[in-house]
């Protein structure tokens, strides 16, 4: 909301000491400048008359409830003053000082700091002493202070108190939800240890009860207000996070055991879960976002799923699920004869934005991306599900695929290991059926295609962000391609 009339326009008194030319004329830039934004300034060059009384002008202006700030601008001549309580300083430190500690509302004194000792202390009167101060002295964060003072002037903090929302309904519900998932967890060291020749046959009993836990989280929104769709369905994500955290334990272990894995039994899951995007048969009247939290859920658990074969070093499995068909069912029930690719299992969810920024009073490029770097399973990190994601996106890129990272803002550094391994022969010949090729030097003619094609390339990123998402030439050393052993 931009101040379009007096009535809206900030009214401020600047007190200071005339401690020198240079400093005087320091406050009447900082006065000019807040002026030309918007804010009214009151101070004695300006509004001091021959025949004015000065005591009685400070007085006034401190005490004025049409003043909504006075800003005291602190060196080291104001601090010996107000101390000493000498000169005209000291005249308003008398008029300042019991307003500060009295009932006047606590913001209305706002320290400006401009100078600092030689010990790095900046210069506050005693009676100011536990304030926090504008710190205007250093050029390099001049201007993020300066919007600090602004900020505070206009009472448009850059953090504000999130709304008072309302618990989510689970926390009252009499008896938790528990999974069968959780059970089978449990008891998969025994299947693999004393039987595994069943672990197919396990696999596939948790998939099911996966598949059948997951219809528990239906959504039935309570009204249609952006807000409470919001709140609704990132309530229901984090009341199925315990049933996500069996699936990626489960299939970790499976993984790590180096037990023979039917990968079939992956894309036929992934398959079935997808229905649950889709309004199924009989349904006509439906909501797009109705289907949010499975379309967040199925997204991640994909991610999930490349995450903990990049963890255990299975390209193979990678190789397969990446490059599968998925024979699902559209809304209309119909199945594509060709099948789809794995940009089936990709889905931006906006229906929770508002809420999710409100919720944390900050912009994000993408909240749905921050939730999920925000509810990471024990044994996993961050950076290993922001390396699955951008690896998802330059295979699906390779081969024609869209897959844009939503979390590669959250990257802690540039460097893919994946990617920086791809001198070494051995990596070269676990990961090539990613890829396609059958030798390094067809690989890296396609990588010189690629960069030919395109060499001023930055990637793909958020509108607005600094940061992108590196080509894949960018993140391998080309002529060192399977050089080493």
């Not at 022969?425 to 676990?430: A, L, T």
């Amino acid at each position: 909301m931009i101040p379009t009339s007096k009535t809206m326009t900030p009214n401020v008194f600047i007190s200071y000491s005339w401690s020198s030319p240079a400093h005087e004329n320091w406050v009447i830039n900082l006065a000019e400048r807040l002026v030309s934004d918007g804010v009214h300034v009151t101070m004695d060059k300006w509004d001091l008359k021959e025949g004015h009384d000065s005591y009685t002008f400070m007085e006034q202006m401190v005490q004025s409830p049409d003043i909504n700030k006075v800003l005291i601008v602190l060196d080291e001549k104001y601090t010996l003053k107000a101390n000493g309580k000498t000169g005209g300083v000291g005249t308003e430190t008398q008029i300042i000082g019991p307003q500060v500690y009295g009932n006047v509302v606590q913001d209305k004194f706002i320290p400006i700091v401009t100078q600092y000792d030689d010990h790095g202390k900046a210069f506050v009167p005693t009676y100011l002493v536990g304030r926090i101060y504008i710190d205007l002295s250093k050029t390099e964060n001049f201007e993020e202070e300066y919007e600090k003072l602004l900020r505070s002037i206009f009472k448009r903090p850059a953090l504000s108190r999130p709304k008072l929302g309302t618990p989510p309904t689970y926390l009252f519900e009499d008896t938790p939800i528990t999974f069968k998932t959780t059970f089978i967890l449990r008891g998969i060291d025994a299947v693999l240890t004393n039987n595994p020749l069943r672990i197919n046959a396990t696999i596939s009993e948790f998939l099911q009860e996966f598949s059948g836990n997951l219809a528990e989280f239906k959504v039935i929104f309570s009204e249609r207000a952006h807000a409470t769709i919001g709140k609704e369905i990132i309530d229901n994500l984090h009341q199925y996070a315990p049933l996500r955290d069996d699936f990626v334990s489960f299939v970790d272990k499976i993984i790590r055991s180096g037990l023979g894995l039917e990968i079939d039994l992956i894309t036929r899951f992934f398959e079935k879960i997808y229905s649950f995007t889709q309004p199924g048969e009989g349904v006509n009247s439906y909501f797009d976002d109705q289907f949010d939290n499975y379309k967040f859920m199925v997204h991640e658990l994909f991610l999930y799923t490349i995450a903990i074969f990049l963890k255990n070093e299975r390209y193979d499995l990678m190789e397969q699920i990446l490059l599968s068909r998925y024979f699902v069912q559209d809304r209309y029930n119909s199945i594509n004869s060709n099948g789809a690719d794995f940009h089936t299992f990709y889905n931006y969810v906006q229906s929770f934005d508002v809420y999710y920024k409100e919720t944390f009073s900050h912009n994000f490029h993408s909240p749905m991306a921050d939730l999920m770097v925000k509810r990471i399973p024990e044994g996993f990190t961050k950076d290993l599900l922001v390396d699955a994601d951008i690896i998802c996106h330059h295979v699906g890129e390779w081969h024609g695929i869209t897959w844009f990272p939503i979390t590669y803002i959250y990257k802690s550094s540039k460097s893919i290991d994946f990617f920086r391994r791809m001198i070494s022969q051995r990596h070269f010949e676990k990961v090539k059926g990613l890829f396609d090729v059958k030798t390094a030097v067809e690989f890296t003619q396609k990588l010189q295609e690629l960069k030919s094609t395109s060499p001023n390339s930055n990637g793909r990123r958020y509108s607005g962000s600094f940061d992108s998402v590196a080509p894949i030439y960018q993140l391998i050393d080309i002529e060192r391609v399977a050089s080493a052993r």
